[in-house]
Structures are given as structure tokens and as C-alpha cells.
């Protein structure tokens, strides 16, 4: 069965500095996976996906996220933090029990500090 | 823009009381899901639909039925609500040809007590 790994809660990081995020998955077949994030009080928007292709993949909000196939990993990553950035982040891989669903991990709580 | 909106933000219900939960969305998606969100646990699927009159069961569907009547409208009905439904409920929605980008609503925070 598909799985996806948050191994962080929370990440703190000061504004200006980089940031990642840290998402490892476990699937049975090629990977697709996800970022989503939820900005408080509101529902998840969509910020990038790998399907195929190059392992560095480009998102909305200036985000990216590198897909590392021997490390079973799509870590999320900044250059440079902004305070606006807070919010709640979930790594998502493609449910291949039910073709069009996911499977989400847990959540990571970014706090991005002034 | 895609917009999927949810009847309420806000619910507090009593044990045992029959619950509906309503979803339309505006963009004549054919796919429309209900995720229940949890601390700690993510996202979890309960019920989807593809077309019209049309479910599928997801991960969690115990005490959970839903309905689609029409193509905007997805419904959730816990028919008689516990405390252990007390949760944060999601609907989303995405086209066939791009059932990865999905759209969400803002979410109803259902107490039940």
C-alpha cells in the first residue's frame, strides 16, 4: 500500500532564509506526488506535482520541490522565506488503489518568523 | 477561478442528530470528493464520486453515506452523528482529464456533541 511520510510536525525558519519541508513516500509504482498547501481558515490549493520528467519541479508562490527516486523523496523547498509563507503543508502521492485520489501524509506546520 | 463552496463553516450538532453536509462547485467538474482532516493524521478519503447518481467507498466510509443528484452538488450525510465524527470536512473537486489538480472548499468544522 501507498504511504507518505511528514517526518517534521512543525518547521520554524526565520524570514529570508531558505526552507524545506520533507516528504518521503512508499508506492508500488511510478510516482506521482503532490504539494498542497492551507493557508489558516481556508481549504488546500493545489502547488505542484511530479508526474515525469525533470526531478526539480516549479509551483506556484515561488516554491519547488525535488523528486529523489533513490531516497523515495519530494522534499518542498524556498530560497527565501516570507512571513505569508505560514501555513499548513501536505504531501500528497497518487492512490493507485483509486486511480484519481491520493493519499496525504499528516501535515507539516511551517511557522515563518519576522 | 474554480470555486467550491461548502454550506457551512461552522456546525455544532448532538449526538445521534442526522447531519448534511453540502458541496457544489461552479466549474462542471465531473469528479468531487469529501476528505475528512484530523491532527496528526491528514487527509482522509471517505466517499468520491465520477459522474452523476455515481459513489465509490474511500478509506473511511463507516457512518457516512453521500449523495449526487447533480453534476455541482456532492452531499455528506452522517446519519446518525458521534462524537468521534467531530472533524474538520473538506469537498474537493477536478475534471476527468486532470484529476490531480484538485479544488478544494474552505472546509465545515463539524462539533458533535
Known amino acids: 500500500a501507498q504511504s507518505v511520510a511528514q517526518p517534521e510536525d512543525q518547521v520554524n525558519v526565520a524570514e529570508g532564509n531558505p526552507l524545506t519541508v520533507k516528504c518521503t513516500y512508499s508506492v508500488s509504482g511510478n510516482p506521482y506526488l503532490f504539494w498542497y498547501v492551507q493557508y489558516p481558515n481556508r481549504g488546500l490549493q493545489f502547488l505542484l506535482k511530479y508526474i515525469t520528467g525533470d526531478n526539480l519541479v516549479k509551483g506556484s508562490y515561488g516554491f519547488e520541490a525535488e523528486f529523489n527516486k533513490s531516497q523515495t523523496s519530494f522534499h518542498l523547498k524556498k530560497p527565501s522565506a516570507l512571513v505569508s509563507d505560514s501555513a499548513l503543508y501536505f504531501c500528497?502521492?497518487?492512490?493507485?488503489?483509486?486511480?484519481?485520489?491520493?493519499?496525504f501524509g499528516p501535515g507539516t506546520r511551517l511557522s515563518v518568523l519576522p | 477561478d474554480v470555486k467550491v463552496t461548502q454550506s457551512s463553516r461552522y456546525l455544532v450538532k448532538r449526538t445521534g442528530e442526522k447531519v448534511f453536509l453540502e458541496c457544489v462547485q461552479d466549474?462542471?467538474?465531473?469528479?468531487m470528493f469529501w476528505y475528512r482532516q484530523d491532527p496528526g493524521l491528514g487527509l482522509r478519503l471517505i466517499y468520491f464520486s465520477y459522474d452523476v447518481k455515481m459513489k465509490e467507498k474511500g478509506d473511511i466510509p463507516e457512518g457516512y453515506s453521500v449523495s449526487r443528484e447533480k453534476k455541482e452538488r456532492f452531499s455528506l450525510i452522517l446519519e446518525s452523528a458521534s462524537t468521534n465524527q467531530t472533524s474538520m470536512y473538506l469537498c474537493?473537486?477536478?475534471?476527468?482529464?486532470?484529476?490531480?489538480?484538485?479544488?478544494f472548499g474552505p472546509g465545515t468544522r463539524l462539533t458533535v456533541t
Open positions: 466549474m462542471d467538474h465531473e469528479n
Open positions: 500528497a502521492v497518487r492512490d493507485y488503489n483509486y486511480g484519481q485520489n491520493f493519499v
Open positions: 474537493a473537486s477536478s475534471l476527468a482529464g486532470q484529476p490531480y489538480e484538485q479544488y
